[in-house]
């Protein structure tokens, strides 16, 4: 990580960081092993390692464990997972077979039955559903906070929480989405100390960071134990896998990591391979997609047929929002939700109208994207909850992708016309 005294960049680490091109006769870049199976050096070799995955682990054993079975380890998982941990400054990662995946799999490992989870809302529509769905089927019982709460809102909270069972998790997704609202993560941190002062149990902090992605922001650096991602958008940005990643604390990481191998939520080595390919550009994508994103927001804010443009660097002075923006972000992002007047059926005329900016779900690929989620990613979400936390009929997501810009103006000029 270092030449001499000086610290190298994440965007130098990820050419190179966690491979060895001695070990794959000198291939520069990692190959695919697309092995199911690792052969053990003796059978002795084999127990040592088995000791280990269980967490049984002898004095003399190894401190690594060596490459067993591709649903536990494998080259290229493992070198997409050190690589992972540059951008977010984190301890350990983990990856998994999607960003549900990881979200499940960090909430399964961490919220046992009897606790209960404090979680931010809006939050992505399958991490809502599963909340309020299906944790309650494990005796895990949710508690909902604003996601603009103040730290005196999130303690009230956490306190109510805390009393029906122990508070084992919580769990924000900051930028919000589609709103865009953000999360104090350090307030969270502070909360979370508080409970643990009171209760004796600290909760575990996750932060989907999703939405605005390890360039635009680092939740682990304010106080967040995990950061978690759905790689399918802008780390690996191309549009072409689905992957998810757990980023964080090694205490954290370790707990989720046997709960990964039981469920086999792993990733496949040859999508390792893709995000690790995808990581070495992202920090330039990104920065494009984020400069095009404001010129397209700049568009919309001053276009008659819009309404509210939910933007994070438009955030207006004394707005506690704006405070956390300034403090904890990087950067506005490059996906970001706007009202459409007229309603829905006036966003479905825009939307159908578009010919540069494709209509389709996800975000942070390269190509712009734009959809309704109050009728698609969001629509397992009840219509109640959906307007207290600042949905209107004519909400349209727009992932800004890295065209000209100039290009994606014209498009949504036409379109809006339109309308």
């Known amino acids: 990580r270092k030449i001499g005294n000086h610290d190298l960049k994440p965007e130098s680490l990820v050419m190179g960081y966690g491979f060895d091109p001695a070990m794959s006769e000198g291939s520069i870049k990692p190959p695919i092993f697309m092995t199911s199976t690792f052969a053990f050096k003796s059978a002795r070799d084999g127990e040592v390692l088995f000791r280990q995955l269980a967490g049984k682990r002898e004095e003399g054993d190894p401190e690594e464990a060596d490459l067993i079975y591709t649903r536990f380890n494998n080259p290229n998982m493992e070198v997409l997972e050190d690589r992972l941990t540059l951008y977010d400054a984190g301890e350990d990662a983990l990856v998994f077979s999607s960003g549900m995946g990881a979200i499940t ?249 578009l010919q540069l900016v494709k209509l389709a779900v996800s975000l942070g690929g390269t190509e712009s994207l734009m959809c309704h989620p109050g009728s698609t990613t969001h629509s397992g979400v009840s219509e109640d909850i959906r307007k207290r936390i600042g949905f209107t009929d004519g909400l349209v997501r727009f992932s800004v992708g890295i065209e000209a810009a100039e290009d994606l103006i014209a498009d949504l000029t036409q379109a809006l016309e339109k309308v």
């Not at 909340?131 to 019982?141: E, S, W």
């Not at 603009?148 to 997704?173: C, D, H, N, Y």
């Not at 390792?272 to 984020?290: D, G, H, I, N, P």
Request: proline fraction near 4%.
């Open 105 to 353: 799999t960090a909430l399964l490992a961490c919220a046992g039955a009897g606790t209960t989870i404090l979680h931010s809302s809006p939050l992505y529509g399958g991490t809502e559903v599963f909340m309020r769905t299906f944790m309650p089927d494990f005796g895990v019982t949710p508690f909902e906070m604003d996601a603009w709460a103040t730290e005196e809102l999130i303690l009230a909270q956490a306190r109510k929480a805390a009393a029906k069972g122990p508070l084992s998790v919580i769990f924000t997704e900051s930028p919000a989405n589609p709103t865009c609202a953000l999360v104090d993560i350090r307030a969270c941190a502070r909360v979370a100390e508080t409970i643990e002062t009171e209760t004796g149990h600290r909760p575990i902090i996750m932060c989907d960071n999703t939405m605005m992605g390890p360039i635009g922001h680092a939740p682990l650096k304010h106080g967040a134990d995990l950061a978690l991602y759905s790689l399918t958008k802008y780390i690996g940005g191309h549009s072409d896998l689905v992957a998810g990643a757990a980023i964080g604390t090694e205490a954290a990481i370790s707990k989720i990591r046997r709960v990964r191998n039981y469920l086999g939520t792993t990733l496949d080595a040859h999508t390792c391979w893709l995000v690790t390919r995808s990581l070495e550009t992202v920090q330039l994508r990104m920065e494009k997609a984020f400069a095009n994103a404001r010129l397209c927001a700049e568009f919309l804010r001053d276009h008659s047929k819009i309404g509210k443009v939910m933007y994070p660097a438009f955030f207006e002075e004394g707005d506690p929002q704006k405070t956390v923006y300034d403090e904890q972000c990087q950067a506005a992002g490059s996906t970001f939700s706007f009202d459409v007047k007229g309603g829905k059926e006036a966003a479905f005329r825009l939307l159908d109208s």
